[in-house]
C-alpha cells in the first residue's frame, strides 16, 4: 500500500473542505498558489458572471466551477460526442452550466481526429500511440467570440482551457474579446511536444495580452527523469485587476 499517496491525499480533501467552508479567517490567511479557483475568487472584485470551460471533458472542472461561482453562468466546451454525453449525465442538475458539443478554436469549421481509448487525452493536435486509437469522429470547430456574441455575451470573467495543444487557437478564437477577459488558466508544457503549448510561448503572448502570471497549480514532472519538469496548469491575471 501507497501510504505517502494515501496520505497526502487524505490531508489534500482535509484541505479542501476547510476552503469550501469559506471561513472569513481561512480566506484572508490561506496562501496563494494552491487552489485556482479558491485564488480566483479571492483576486476577482466582485463574483463572476461569464465562465467558460475548453475542454470540459466528463465535467470535474465545471462541476467544481459551479460549487464555487453558483451564480455564474458556466459554457462547458466538448466536443466528442461519447464524452460530452457522459459529461451530460454527470451535470444535468447543474442549472448554471450550459453544454456545447463543439470545440473552440481560430476559424470555424469541421475536423477529423482521432478517438483515443483515454478520453482525458483526445487531441485535435496530434495522434497518440496506435495502439490506444479506437475510432476517428468528425467533430464541429467553432471561434468563442462568435458563440459570445450568439449568447450576447461581451466580457469573460474567467477561462480555463486544456485542449492538449489547442490552447493558442483558443486565445485566438475569442478576438477582441481576449481584451475583456479577466482571468485565463491553462496547461503549459517545459518541454517542446505537440500536445503542450510551451511555458515561454505562452509567456510572450499572455505579457503581450496584458496578462501577468499569478499561479502554478499541479505541477507534473517529467515521467522519465524527475529533475525535469513536464506540465503545469498555470494561471493569468489581467494587470489592471492586481492594481491597488
Given amino acids: 500500500m501507497n501510504w505517502k499517496y494515501l496520505t497526502g491525499k487524505t490531508f489534500s480533501s482535509l484541505e479542501q473542505g476547510l476552503l469550501k467552508l469559506q471561513l472569513n479567517f481561512i480566506s ?4 496563494y498558489g494552491r487552489n485556482w479557483m479558491f485564488d ?11 465562465i467558460v470551460d475548453a475542454g470540459a ?40 452550466i450550459i ?40 467533430i464541429e470547430v467553432v471561434r468563442l467570440e462568435e458563440v459570445l456574441l450568439e449568447q450576447q455575451i461581451d466580457q469573460i470573467d474567467i477561462i480555463k482551457i486544456d485542449v492538449e495543444g489547442f490552447e493558442f487557437e483558443v ?11 479577466k482571468i485565463i488558466l491553462l496547461e503549459v508544457g517545459y518541454e517542446r511536444e505537440i500536445t503542450k503549448v510551451h511555458f515561454s510561448d505562452v509567456e510572450a503572448f499572455m505579457e503581450q495580452k496584458g496578462f501577468m502570471l499569478c499561479g502554478i497549480y499541479e505541477t507534473r514532472r517529467n515521467l522519465l527523469d524527475k529533475r525535469k519538469l513536464w506540465y503545469s496548469n498555470n494561471l493569468y491575471v489581467k494587470k489592471e485587476l492586481l492594481n491597488p
Fill in 28 to 31: 484572508k490567511n490561506y496562501p
Fill in 40 to 50: 480566483a475568487k479571492r483576486i476577482l472584485a466582485k463574483e463572476p458572471s461569464v
Fill in 57 to 96: 471533458n466528463i465535467g470535474s472542472i465545471s462541476k467544481e466551477l459551479s460549487y464555487w461561482f453558483p451564480s455564474a453562468k458556466i459554457m462547458a466546451f466538448e466536443p466528442v460526442k461519447h464524452t460530452f454525453d457522459q459529461l451530460l449525465k454527470h451535470l444535468e442538475n447543474y442549472p448554471n
Fill in 99 to 138: 453544454f456545447f458539443q463543439k470545440a473552440l478554436g481560430a476559424a470555424p469549421g469541421k475536423i477529423t481526429i482521432d478517438i483515443n481509448r483515454e478520453n482525458t487525452i483526445n487531441s485535435i493536435k496530434a495522434t497518440y500511440n496506435s495502439e490506444n486509437i479506437i475510432g476517428k469522429e468528425e
Fill in 171 to 181: 486565445l485566438e478564437g475569442q478576438g477582441s474579446l481576449i481584451n475583456q477577459t
